[in-house]
């Protein structure tokens, strides 16, 4: 089992920054990607940015140049991923969601966090 625990979000103006961070514990060691999902009203939830364990990274042609995801393993208890989003938009709100995928294809999910940009 792997444990997400989500931070940061908030209001933005479009234009500004905000760093979400996600700590993965319990079974670290099976992981072999992390991410962040984001889910607007009324849409489909979308991949963002996702960072392999062999440090692999893809993002949405959306947020290409905008948003830069990174992990670190701070002991062999607990791994952090960031999601470091700058000048951002009023079409990056939406609840962002932590995706943790294990060597053996099983799926966990943090609790969401509410990003909002606006004005």
């Known amino acids: 089992q792997v444990q997400l625990v989500e931070s940061g979000g908030g209001l933005v103006q479009p234009g500004g920054s905000l760093s979400l961070s996600c700590t993965a514990s319990g079974r670290i060691s099976s992981i072999y990607a992390m991410g962040w999902y984001r889910q607007a009203p009324g849409k489909q939830r979308e991949l963002v940015a996702s960072?392999?364990?062999?440090?692999?990274?893809?993002?949405?042609d959306s947020v290409k140049g905008r948003f830069t995801i990174s992990t670190i393993s701070r002991d062999n208890a607990k791994k952090t991923v960031y999601l470091q989003m700058n000048s951002l938009k009023p079409e990056d709100t939406a609840v962002y969601y932590c995706?943790?995928?294990?060597?053996?294809?099983?799926?966990?999910w943090g609790q969401g966090t509410q990003v909002t940009v606006s004005s």
């Open positions: 960072i392999t364990f062999y440090d692999s990274t893809d993002y949405a």
């Open positions: 995706h943790a995928r294990t060597f053996l294809t099983d799926d966990y």
